[in-house]
């Protein structure tokens, strides 16, 4: 009986201490996130970079839990461009990284090519991420130019040219 009553205390103890209120900085979090102006700004950017170098592309800009905050579509870009952008968008904001190096590592890891097997995920170069100092507040995902490396260099083009807004 005493064997029962004191694992009855100790379970009542870890339970307590398991239901235990949070503190207050544990409870409500502050996180930086994209406008609706900044994906706009973005996504307007990349399609012009990569319209410059006679790429038809479309442009998706997703906030830092991967949801759509603006999309732009060239004239002339493939139908199939859409969701392209998109899921590059989505895998780079997802993963903290640009695709084109989450796709050269499953290359040579093989323990993560196993990435291609998460929905959504687009392991093909043109996501990057969009970030504030190291924190990444959302991505930008390219699809229509002739290469995922094309892709990026149109993304990178946009960041770079809101670098003063990304502080």
């Known amino acids: 009986m ?10 009542l103890a870890t339970a ?5 209120p949070l503190s207050h900085a544990q409870a409500v979090r502050t996180e930086r996130n994209m406008s609706l102006a900044l994906a706009t700004q973005l996504a307007a950017d990349t399609v012009a970079a990569c319209t410059a170098s006679g790429h038809n592309v479309t ?4 906030d830092r839990a991967g ?27 997802s993963a903290k ?7 050269e ?5 093989p323990a993560a090519a196993n ?3 998460i929905p959504g995920f687009l392991l093909l170069g043109g ?19 002739p290469g995922g490396h094309l892709d990026e260099q149109c993304a990178v083009a946009a960041l770079d040219k809101a670098k003063d807004l990304l502080k």
């Open 2 to 11: 005493i064997f029962l009553t004191r694992n009855f205390a100790l379970t």
């Open 127 to 145: 996501g990057v991420p969009v970030k504030v100092g190291t924190e990444t507040i959302g991505a930008i995902g390219v699809g229509g130019a």
């Open 105 to 109: 590592g499953a290359q040579k890891n």
């Open 67 to 93: 949801s759509v905050r603006a999309v732009m579509r060239a004239d002339n870009a493939g139908p199939h461009t859409l969701v392209a952008s998109l899921q590059k968008a989505f895998t780079s904001a």
């Open 16 to 20: 307590a201490t398991l239901a235990a």
């Open 97 to 103: 990284n640009a695709t084109l190096a989450m796709m």
């Open 115 to 117: 990435l291609v097997h």
């Open 59 to 62: 442009a998706t800009v997703v």
